[in-house]
């Protein structure tokens, strides 16, 4: 979509630290990490928030699961622990409207969240 962010790193007009890519699903890191492992992993289709979510994203919300458990794993946090966060529109500060799984790890993480 015109003018999102990361549309543009989908298509590689904007650069980022992609660590894995598929036919649907790319990840890269946060270019504001909040932990030692900060990692977006985001559907390449364009879906602005949750609300958006619809019966036909079923496979890429699979998909970004699955992504998550093997970035977990390659970054030594599957057994130590880690966070998934996907913010959805103001109160949850959700910046930039082209969904994203936050996984985070390598820190103890506090609860409630801010
Ligand atoms: P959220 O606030 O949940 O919408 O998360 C948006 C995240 O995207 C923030 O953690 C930002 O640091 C991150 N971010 C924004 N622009 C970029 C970018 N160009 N490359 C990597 N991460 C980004």
Redesign the pocket.
């Known amino acids: 979509m015109m003018g999102c962010?990361?549309c543009k790193?989908v298509q590689k007009q904007?650069p980022?630290k992609i660590v894995y890519e598929d036919e649907k699903v790319l990840a890269?890191?946060?270019?504001?990490?909040?932990a030692p492992v900060?990692i977006?992993i985001i559907p390449k289709e364009h879906i602005p928030t949750v609300n958006d979510i619809n019966e036909s994203h079923k496979e890429i919300l699979s998909a970004l699961f699955a992504v998550a458990k093997k970035i977990a794993e390659e970054n030594n946090i599957a057994q130590r622990g880690y966070r998934l966060?996907?913010?959805t529109n103001a109160e949850?500060?959700?910046?930039?409207?082209h969904i994203?799984l936050?996984i985070l790890g390598g820190r103890h993480m506090a609860w409630p969240p801010g």
Do not use: K, R, W
């Not at 890269?28 to 909040?34: G, K, R």
């Not at 949850?92 to 409207?97: C, K, L, M, R, T």
């Open positions: 962010i990361f790193i904007i980022a890269f890191e946060d270019s504001t990490p909040q900060h977006l966060v996907m913010n949850a500060g959700q910046s930039v409207f994203h936050h």
